[in-house]
């Protein structure tokens, strides 16, 4: 396989095409454009030495499928939408009520930030993966969705068990704030809707056009949950904690202001004799627009998780839009000699992989071995942040009570 893979169709999700990947290191400490109020400087450490490690192995695709439904919540999300009311991304910006601060996460890093106390010391919830307005729609407007420029992170809820996303401004004109956005399943009828948890482990998370892509983690055997970031919902912030969807003529969620009902579900399937999917965390690769997935999968020292080969498996969208096909067969399968991945990033076809136990991120380029680098502690998911400006970016996070931060590398550091 050749070191870059082509895009073969057009991106109705931006203006512009994507800038070739930059390979070459640029040594400008400050990123342009916007998000600089958030930022954290690079300390000037020069880059840890990288080791190389064996190349995956490529499988044949054509054993594993997604199933695609995006029409059986139809009905009623759009009751729900006339009925609770809805926001926008840029209005629920306007009303964000959590501070974001600096961090250092990582000395190569060129922004960073962590969360709220209350989120960072919060024992029930766990933030997993990561996605950008710049996946969603490219570098057109400064990758600026609804006019905003934001970060969103998912998070799993242990106690009620749910899911939501931090939705986080990450704009030089809007201070530095985000709001949580809890995650329902449309229940009952279209005539009087209501809507429930999601009860998942809530993966990485893939961003493109409107529609956010939520890696069910947890679910046999696999694949993703979807929502529509242009029908957010707006609902009573009164009430107990533990009410959840429609009680009389109004709607409640936990006290939350705002919640994004699920619109699609991505079922995985694979051949008979090939063992399921382990879902772990998923990433956009813009250029092939396709999404990506890995496993997460242990050596033999633990017994508590599946064990054996990590695969890593490529998706492509339909053409013309951010949907997949009624069925959707794999485009690219590797075996990959690694473990614990809780991350994983594409753009161009070239792979990341972030061991999260081992801390390390690993690079393939498509050809080769792999290149290792030191990588954080307790990291979680990748997304690639495209700029036509100045360099082009991988964001990730840390999950570890206590110190949960977002933080993002120049990509180039680490190919």
């Not at 020292?301 to 054996?308: E, W």
């Amino acid at each position: 396989m050749s070191a870059q893979r082509h895009a073969q169709h057009s991106d109705p999700t931006t203006t512009s095409h994507p800038p070739a990947p930059r390979l070459g290191v640029d040594r400008r400490t400050l990123l342009r454009g916007a998000g600089l109020l958030g930022a954290v400087a690079a300390t000037g450490a020069s880059l840890a030495p990288a080791q190389a490690a064996p190349a995956p192995t490529t499988v044949d695709p054509a054993a594993f499928r997604l199933t695609a439904d995006y029409t059986k919540y139809t009905a009623r999300v759009e009751a729900l939408l006339e009925q609770a009311g809805r926001a926008s991304v840029s209005q629920v910006m306007d009303d964000a009520n959590h501070e974001r601060t600096p961090a250092t996460v990582i000395d190569t890093q060129v922004h960073g930030f962590r969360f709220a106390t209350s989120d960072e010391n919060d024992p029930d919830a766990f933030p997993q993966g990561i996605a950008t307005s710049r996946d969603a729609v490219g570098t057109a407007g400064d990758g600026r969705y609804d006019g905003r420029q934001v970060i969103a992170v998912s998070f799993y809820n242990n106690s009620p068990k749910s899911s939501r996303i931090n939705l986080i401004d990450w704009d030089a004109n809007y201070p530095n704030k985000y709001r949580r956005i809890l995650l329902v399943e449309p229940t009952e009828s279209a005539e009087e809707p209501s809507f429930q948890d999601v009860e998942i482990h809530a993966g990485g998370i893939a961003w493109y056009g409107d529609l956010l892509y939520v890696a069910d983690s947890a679910a046999k055997p696999g694949g993703m949950r979807v929502f529509d970031m242009s029908k957010i919902l707006t609902t009573d912030t009164g009430g107990t904690k533990d009410q959840i969807g429609r009680v009389g003529d109004t709607f409640h969620a936990h006290n939350y202001a705002y919640v994004l009902p699920q619109v699609g579900t991505i079922s995985s399937e694979v051949d008979e004799g090939t063992e399921p999917l382990v879902w772990s965390t998923i990433s956009l690769d813009r250029v092939t627009r396709s999404i990506v997935m890995t496993e997460y999968r242990c050596d033999d020292s633990c017994d508590n998780y599946p064990t054996g080969t990590t695969r890593a498996v490529r998706f492509d969208f339909q053409e013309g839009g951010p949907t997949f096909a009624g069925t959707t067969t794999a485009s690219e399968v590797l075996e990959v000699p690694l473990h614990f991945l809780n991350g994983v990033g594409s753009h161009n076809g070239r792979w990341w992989f972030n061991s999260s136990r081992h801390k390390t991120l690993s690079y393939w380029s498509g050809e080769g071995a792999l290149t290792t680098y030191p990588w954080v502690s307790w990291g979680q998911s990748i997304s690639y942040w495209e700029d036509a400006d100045g360099s082009d970016l991988l964001w990730s996070l840390t999950e570890g009570e206590g110190f949960r931060a977002v933080f993002a590398v120049k990509q180039a550091g680490y190919s």
